[in-house]
């Protein structure tokens, strides 16, 4: 049996009582078009099989397909694909009205590159549920003003809701890692608050972040004015970590418009 890879970030989920709460979470049905992404040995693949028509599974390393095949019984429905998911073309498995539903055990090493990359095919997916670092879980569910808020928080905001469903120790894994982990479900959304240049807000977001604790008029200085952020209804000298993410998209969309004024020809 091969061994877990640290270079592939490989923790296997072993423990029968959180591979069963996983598929009564995601409660997949026949027809679903749900893909998992880094099956590994196939102890969800087995669990999440029975109950789909069809299971697409993507995984970068060859050494585990012969493990992942037996646990599923050579199932003629199991359907590999072998690959890096943070290159992978997701949409392409999407129908219409039948939008992708995407599960896994997601290495920590990538999981918020992968994230962003599958958020960049919204349109074409219905949910996700992943198993993450709770850290990051915690960070993606934040509230402003405490000590988790940050720029993964308002990025995500902007693009999906996302719930935190229940912890994992590290004995349920095999190796066991060095953290916690968390079961979170995104589902992929248009924001839930007036936005116009989601490009605008990722960059101001990132300045806002850029150095935690300084206020917003240092953060984003170079982007806008103290006035210009007081003329949007905040208040300069507050930090990023206490704004919510409908405050940042009101900075970024006057940013935004500011830069197109400053392009546009002027009046003859």
Known sequence: MSAPKKRFGQHFLHDQAVLERIVRTVNPKPDDLLIEIGPGRGALSRLLLPKLDRLRVIEIDRDVIGPLRAACGQSDKLEIHIGDALAFDFAQ???AGRPLRLVGNLPY???TPLLFHLLGIAGSVRDMHFMLQ???????????????????TVSMAARAES???????PEAFHPPPKVDSAVVRIKPCAA???LADIAAYDRLVAAAFN????????GLKGLLTAAQIE?????????????APAAFARLADAWSQLQRDAKAPPDR
């Open 93 to 95: 498995f999407a129908e």
């Open 211 to 218: 150095q935690r604790r300084k206020t917003l008029s240092n």
């Open 134 to 152: 709770k850290e990051v879980v915690d960070r993606i569910c934040a509230e402003p003003g405490s000590d988790d808020y940050g720029r993964l």
């Open 109 to 111: 090493n990538i999981s």
């Open 192 to 194: 839930p608050f007036p």
């Open 163 to 169: 719930v935190s469903l229940f912890d994992v120790g």
């Open 231 to 243: 003329a949007v209804g905040i208040a300069p000298g507050i930090r990023a970590e206490q704004l």
